[in-house]
């Protein structure tokens, strides 16, 4: 496939349904910019836990968000950076996982990160995740794909790599938490989780990494994107 400059693929689905793993391998593949677009919200949530600030004050929390730089290392180890501190580690903690719904639910914070996002965007192309890509932050993206998966696969998902990664945490700690985030993100009033009418939507339980990123760039491909 010919790379193009514009192209534009938007992965959105619920937590654990391997958004980031999925959206990194495609834009490698198809040589694009990867836009971590739910690292930036665990940012502003980790800022906010960091400087004391009460999840529930939404004034304070957008404020911070309008006060926050949040930057993206488009490298190969994708690292975070806010206000100069790297917290590529520290956003995937639990506590930050239980507080960025709160906090990705205010408009202010969306309104500053979709502004921040689309400014990736207009670099060149991009594959990017989240939640809301592919309805509100780029509607007329090239190609859309709506990743899901059974909430048991999708906790053991988000299970193991804490565990990976060091962090004590019980299984059914992992599913308690992401169940009340699927509630808060399909609920929440600003820019709900929901599929774009024009999205394709693929179920990942049961498939591989590879099986899930063969079938998207495959759709590139065909579609001549």
């Not at 048991?152 to 700690?173: D, S």
């Amino acid at each position: 496939m010919k790379h193009s400059q514009k192209m534009q693929i938007t992965i959105d689905g619920p937590a654990g349904a391997g958004k980031s793993t999925v959206a990194k391998r495609i834009a490698k593949q198809l040589r694009l910019f990867y836009v971590d677009t739910g690292a930036m919200y665990r940012a502003i949530a980790y800022k906010a836990l960091q400087s004391k600030i009460r999840l529930e004050d939404e004034h304070s929390v957008s404020h911070l968000a309008k006060t926050t730089e949040v930057i993206l290392d488009h490298s190969a180890e994708g690292t975070v950076w806010c206000d100069g501190e790297n917290v590529t580690q520290a956003i995937r903690n639990p506590e930050v996982s239980r507080a960025v719904s709160t906090v990705a639910a205010y408009l202010g914070v969306r309104e500053r990160l979709v502004e921040l996002q689309r400014r990736e965007a207009e670099r060149g192309g991009v594959v990017m995740d989240g939640r809301d890509i592919g309805t509100h932050v780029l509607p007329d993206a090239s190609l859309k794909i709506f990743l899901t998966a059974s909430l048991t696969e999708r906790a053991n998902r988000r299970w193991l790599e804490l565990v990976k990664a060091g962090k004590e945490v019980l299984l059914e700690e992992v599913s308690h938490d992401m169940q009340k985030r699927d509630q808060q993100d399909t609920e929440r009033e600003v820019s709900p989780l929901e599929p774009a009418h024009d999205a394709v939507i693929l179920d990942t339980t049961g498939l591989s990494v590879e099986e899930i990123v063969a079938k998207i760039v495959a759709m590139a491909q065909e579609d001549g994107r």
